[in-house]
T-cell receptor, first 116, second 110 residues
Framework: GAVVSQHPSRVICKSGTSVKIECRSL??????MFWYRQFPKQSLMLMAT?????????EQGVEKDKFLINHASLTLSTLTVTSAHPEDSSFYIC????????????FGPGTRLLVL | DAKTTQPNSMESNEEEPVHLPCNHS???????IHWYRQLPSQGPEYVIH???SNVNNRMASLAIAEDRKSSTLILHRATLRDAAVYYC???????????FGTGTRLKVLA
């Protein structure tokens, strides 16, 4: 089946530093990847849509300069949380849509970010 | 984006069927209905999806109302491993974005 990985699985950083999270589709090519954020006891919130070779599309209220997304290849998208602050602490999850099977998204295992 | 409404929580006994309802009264004719589930500290897992007809797979069945304003995810025999938050999502035509609702937390009793 389609497998999506994320790295790292968890990260702790100091306030003011930047953190990069990778999302990889391991056995398929993904023209589109999505980034979500999930706070404790809450649902997933879509942050942005990442298309290979083009600029990401951000949802309303999500700062593009704060959450930098790069989708340089058909198997890799990265999310960089710049100048992280404690309120950015959250569970970040990516998903990927197969190029040939457009209906289903496959989700990564998530990255837990804790900003001290 | 069309919205979905689900009960916050449900309980089921082990090895009994579970019917998880979802209302989507603002669904349009080309919106697909997707179901995912999420275990604690994990990413969502695909369960099933459909457009108009009922669907079956090895995990579950999806029953879609004739007017498509509601659907029901059916787990035929609940196990302890089925305890999770189940999300009903509409995939809007023209975009492949998923807008998650609050989901239903399913508790399976041994």
């Amino acid at each position: 089946g389609a497998v999506v990985s994320q790295h790292p699985s968890r990260v702790i950083c100091k306030s003011g530093t930047s953190v990069k999270i990778e999302c990889r589709s391991l056995d398929f090519q993904a023209t589109t990847m999505f980034w979500y954020r999930q706070f404790p006891k809450q649902s997933l919130m879509l942050m942005a849509t990442s298309n290979e070779g083009s600029k990401a599309t951000y949802e309303q209220g999500v700062e593009k300069d704060k959450f930098l997304i790069n989708h340089a290849s058909l198997t890799l998208s990265t999310l960089t949380v710049t100048s992280a602050h404690p309120e950015d602490s959250s569970f970040y999850i990516c998903s990927a849509r197969l190029a040939h099977n457009q209906e289903t998204q496959y989700f990564g295992p998530g990255t837990r970010l804790l900003v001290l | 984006d069309a919205k979905t409404t689900q009960p916050n929580s449900m309980e089921s006994n082990e090895e009994e069927p579970v019917h998880l309802p979802c209302n989507h009264s603002t669904i349009s004719g080309t919106d697909y209905i997707h179901w995912y589930r999420q275990l604690p500290s994990q990413g969502p897992e695909y369960v099933i999806h459909g457009l108009t007809s009922n669907v079956n797979n090895r995990m579950a069945s999806l029953a879609i109302a004739e007017d498509r304003k509601s659907s029901t995810l059916i787990l035929h025999r609940a196990t302890l491993r089925d305890a999770a938050v189940y999300y009903c999502i509409l995939r809007t035509s023209g975009t492949y974005k998923y807008i998650f609702g609050t989901g239903t937390r399913l508790k399976v009793l041994a």
